[in-house]
């Protein structure tokens, strides 16, 4: 599968919190990676190559949960790494896809982690 790691520092620590707060940081921090996850995976795959729309299908269909706060997204095909890094005409989209939701998904994370 091609992957793509998100991570965020300083996550971790709050993660550890028991508290009630730490508790409730932990859930909205896993709902609003399953939200920005999901979003990458859409405009990855609509961004993907279409021959017969098994890529397109495969990353769109393709986000899981790893653990609490950790899902990942790619493509499951045998082309869909070679697609990504080598394919002239639509080199990156999964990247691109993560980029362009990059800043967004931090400044939502930060804004919820620290409500009180």
């Known amino acids: 599968m091609t992957k793509i790691n998100i991570s965020v520092i300083g996550l971790d620590k709050v993660m550890k919190d028991l508290s009630e707060r730490g508790r409730k940081a932990q859930e909205k ?17 609509k961004a993907a190559p279409v021959k017969t729309g098994n890529l397109r299908a495969n990353v769109i269909a393709s986000p899981r949960r790893l653990k609490l ?31 362009n939701n990059r800043q967004a998904y931090r400044d939502e994370l930060r804004k919820e982690v620290i409500k009180k």
């Open 29 to 45: 921090a896993d709902r609003i990676t399953e939200k920005y996850t999901r979003k990458m995976a859409n405009e990855a795959g």
């Open 69 to 99: 706060g950790l899902w990942e997204f790619g493509g499951t095909l045998a082309y869909a790494r070679r697609q990504e890094y080598e394919h002239k005409s639509h080199k990156g989209f999964i990247r691109k896809a993560v980029w």
